[in-house]
C-alpha cells in the first residue's frame, strides 16, 4: 500500500498560519537551501500530490509557472488530486490537470493509497489533513519548524484525543529550522 505523507511549515509553537491565514513565517527557512534538498530526495518517492481546495488555489496561482524554484518541474509533473466539495475542475497551467474528488474523503484516499504507485504528499490542507489523521491514513508527518512563535493562528494538529506519534528523524537547518519526522501511533 502507498504511504501518504503530510508535510507541512509550522512555528515552533506549532502554527501552520496566522489567525488570518498569513504564512509570512515560510521566508524564515523557506528560502534556505535546506528546504529544497530535502523535498528533491523526498519526491524521488512520490508521484501524487494530494490538496484540500483552498491549498489548491494557493498552489495554483504559483507553482505552475514558478520557474526559479528547484522542485517546480518535479512538482508540476506529479499526478495532482484534489479534495473538494465546491471545485468542479482544477486545472494547472499548462500541465496535466488536477483530479477533484468529492465525496467522502476518507473514503477517496483510502482507494488512492491502494492503487500502484508510489508515495502520496499532501501538503497543507489543514483541515483535510485533520480528517484523514483522525481516520489513520496518514503514514508520516513531516514538520517544516520555523524558528519562530506566532503565539496564535491555525494549529497543525486537531483538537480532542491525544495523539501519539513516534520520532523517525529530526534534522537542524542553517539559519535554525528544523525538519521533523514523525509515524502516528495507533493504539
Given at each position: 500500500m502507498r504511504r501518504l505523507i503530510f508535510q507541512e511549515y509550522v512555528t515552533l509553537d506549532?502554527?501552520?498560519?496566522?489567525?488570518?491565514?498569513?504564512?509570512?513565517?515560510?521566508?524564515?527557512?523557506?528560502?534556505?537551501?535546506?528546504?529544497?534538498?530535502?523535498?528533491?530526495?523526498?519526491l524521488k518517492s512520490i508521484d501524487t500530490m494530494?490538496?484540500?481546495?483552498?491549498?489548491?488555489?494557493l498552489?495554483?496561482?504559483?507553482?505552475?509557472?514558478?520557474?526559479?524554484?528547484?522542485?517546480?518541474?518535479?512538482?508540476?509533473?506529479?499526478?495532482?488530486?484534489?479534495?473538494?466539495?465546491?471545485?468542479?475542475?482544477?486545472?494547472?497551467?499548462?500541465?496535466k490537470p488536477a483530479t477533484v474528488v468529492r465525496g467522502d474523503a476518507v473514503y477517496a484516499v483510502g482507494e488512492l493509497k491502494r492503487q500502484d504507485g508510489k508515495d502520496i504528499i499532501l501538503w497543507g490542507s489543514?483541515?483535510?489533513?485533520?480528517?484523514?489523521?483522525?481516520a489513520g491514513l496518514v503514514d508520516e508527518v513531516q514538520l517544516r519548524v520555523c524558528p519562530l512563535?506566532?503565539?496564535?493562528?491555525?494549529s497543525v494538529f486537531p483538537a480532542g484525543d491525544p495523539l501519539g506519534l513516534e520520532l523517525i528523524e529530526a534534522r537542524p537547518w542553517a539559519g535554525g529550522g528544523v525538519l521533523m519526522r514523525y509515524k502516528p501511533v495507533t493504539s
Open positions: 506549532g502554527f501552520a498560519a496566522g489567525p488570518n491565514g498569513e504564512l509570512d513565517f515560510f521566508d524564515s527557512i523557506a528560502a534556505q537551501g535546506d528546504a529544497d534538498s530535502d523535498n528533491l530526495e523526498l494530494l490538496l484540500g481546495a483552498t491549498t489548491y488555489r498552489f495554483v496561482d504559483f507553482w505552475p509557472t514558478a520557474t526559479g524554484q528547484a522542485i517546480a518541474p518535479v512538482l508540476n509533473k506529479l499526478q495532482k488530486v484534489v479534495v473538494s466539495s465546491t471545485l468542479d475542475s482544477a486545472p494547472w497551467g499548462e500541465w489543514i483541515t483535510l489533513f485533520h480528517t484523514l489523521l483522525t512563535l506566532r503565539g496564535t493562528g491555525l
